[in-house]
């Protein structure tokens, strides 16, 4: 059996091409390539008598310049405070025997993504046996109750 490329994994050397490019405006939080990717808050963007972007760290301090073409400016990404389940029914693909619950992804700055958490029959046998703890745990601080 051949090897089957999908292209748009980037171990395999390709890029998908749908991520939007990214526009820095006043008061973006972005990071500097620059400046070994340090944190800051644009203050200033191009233009009326300025030829960079001008920046501060986010709890203030000694501000810097990027270039005006903003090349070396990348956007922050909102981090991941945990996943829910979703009231949906979940996935099963026989073919590869991989199972799908429905989640929703929980940002620190408040917004949320649906998604799908995919899990291979060993993930899936893990998953059962931690689920079933915390059932088991539950139970007994509710006196058997469950």
Partial sequence: MSRRVTPHLPSQGGESGTAAPFYTRLGDLT?????DGEIGVVIALPGEGRNTYHL????GGDKWSAPNDGNTLRPVQPQVTHVTPLK??????????YGGL????????????GSLLVLDPSQLELNHYQVGRI???????LGGLL
């Fill in 31 to 35: 990071r500097d390539t620059s400046r």
């Fill in 56 to 59: 501060c760290p986010p709890g």
């Fill in 88 to 97: 949906r029914d979940v996935t099963y693909d026989a073919r590869t025997q």
């Fill in 102 to 113: 429905p989640i929703t992804v929980h940002y620190d700055a408040g917004g949320t993504a």
């Fill in 135 to 141: 059932r088991a745990l539950l139970d007994k601080d």
